[in-house]
T-cell receptor
Framework: GENVEQHPSTLSVQEGDSAVIKCTYSDSASNYFPWYKQELGKRPQLIIDIRSNVGEKKDQRIAVTLNKTAKHFSLHITETQPEDSAVYFCAARKNDYKLSFGAGTTVTVRA | EADIYQTPRYLVIGTGKKITLECSQTMGHDKMYWYQQDPGMELHLIHYSYGVNSTEKGDLSSESTVSRIRTEHFPLTLESARPSHTSQYLC?????????????FGAGSRLTVL
């Protein structure tokens, strides 16, 4: 099955700085890469996703990049705010419906 | 409001008890999933279903079982709970949105087995 590795496991940034989370995947057949945000005590929610036919996607302060050759993708959060503090999960999926998740990154934005 | 609902949200039980975690979605999604989320946060797929009467084992072996008799309902059962089953269990369903299979999670059921 698919193996997704995520780094770092924890990330502390000063408010206003950028945060970058990186993930690698093992199966070159994977073609869909979503990112989920889980705030403390809440359910994971989709914040952005990218498909394998696209190299980059941006939504306001959040962007995701994909390098299919190297089999890695990254989440970039710019101008971080306290409400960005959460656990972020990357995931990868092939043509079936099963998502394989990374281990998560705890992001703390310091005021 | 269309959503995915899990009950109970919290459950503390003794070893050997049988428990069923309920999951219902009102979004009409065919595909449903159970993920186990340990204190270390990682999400592990334990069961999934493509539709009524379809159930499959996920990537992480689990002693739990599931059933899918109705589209909207995907309960998870542990016949004899043990402390190693202590975890949070997240139910999810998915739909195709703009060519992507988007997962919607329930609020979770946090199980503690004493």
């Amino acid at each position: 099955g698919e193996n997704v590795e995520q780094h770092p496991s924890t990330l502390s940034v000063q408010e206003g700085d950028s945060a970058v989370i990186k993930c690698t995947y093992s199966d070159s057949a994977s073609n869909y890469f979503p990112w989920y945000k889980q705030e403390l005590g809440k359910r994971p929610q989709l914040i952005i996703d990218i498909r394998s036919n696209v190299g980059e996607k941006k939504d306001q302060r959040i962007a995701v990049t994909l390098n299919k050759t190297a089999k890695h993708f990254s989440l970039h959060i710019t101008e971080t705010q306290p409400e960005d503090s959460a656990v972020y999960f990357c995931a990868a999926r092939k043509n079936d419906y099963k998502l394989s998740f990374g281990a998560g990154t705890t992001v703390t934005v310091r005021a | 409001e269309a959503d995915i609902y899990q009950t109970p949200r919290y459950l503390v039980i003794g070893t050997g008890k049988k428990i069923t975690l309920e999951c219902s979605q009102t979004m009409g999604h065919d595909k449903m999933y159970w993920y186990q989320q340990d204190p270390g946060m990682e999400l592990h797929l334990i069961h999934y279903s493509y539709g009524v009467n379809s159930t499959e084992k996920g990537d992480l072996s689990s002693e739990s079982t599931v059933s899918r008799i109705r589209t909207e309902h995907f309960p998870l059962t542990l016949e004899s709970a043990r402390p190693s089953h202590t975890s949070q269990y997240l139910c999810a369903s998915s739909e195709w949105v703009s060519g992507a299979n988007v997962l919607t999670f329930g609020a979770g059921s946090r199980l503690t087995v004493l």
